[in-house]
């Protein structure tokens, strides 16, 4: 189920208790960072993967330390 921005995600987060989100990183009104750390405050046994177009360091590492279980690139292709 695709939100347009982060606060979307933290209500519906609260709504449906997912085991598991893939929570994009840039999003307006609050950010995928942001709302990772107020999904995981609420639910801690919620998994989150940080899902972003940008492989800067600085973002994937504030991610995971927001408490993200891991990250993909968008433009991730599958090797045959």
Same mark, same amino acid.
């Not at 919620?46 to 690139?73: H, P, Q, R």
């Given at each position: 189920?695709?939100?347009? =921005? ?6 519906? %987060?609260?709504?449906?208790? /997912? ?8 999003? /307006? $009104? $609050?950010?995928?960072? +942001?709302? #990772? *750390? *107020?999904?995981?405050?609420?639910? /801690?046994? #919620?998994?989150? $993967? %940080?899902? #972003?177009?940008? +492989? ?12 993200? $279980? ?6 991730? *292709?599958?090797? =045959?």
């Amino acid at each position: 189920m695709k939100r347009a =921005n982060g606060h979307e995600a933290i209500v519906l %987060a609260a709504e449906i208790q /997912p085991h598991l989100i893939l929570m994009g990183i840039r999003m /307006p $009104v $609050v950010d995928g960072i +942001e709302a #990772t *750390r *107020r999904i995981l405050s609420e639910s /801690p046994d #919620t998994k989150i $993967v %940080a899902l #972003t177009t940008f +492989e800067e360091d600085e973002l994937i590492e504030s991610c995971m330390s927001a408490g993200a $279980v891991g990250y993909l690139l968008k433009d991730l *292709r599958r090797k =045959n």
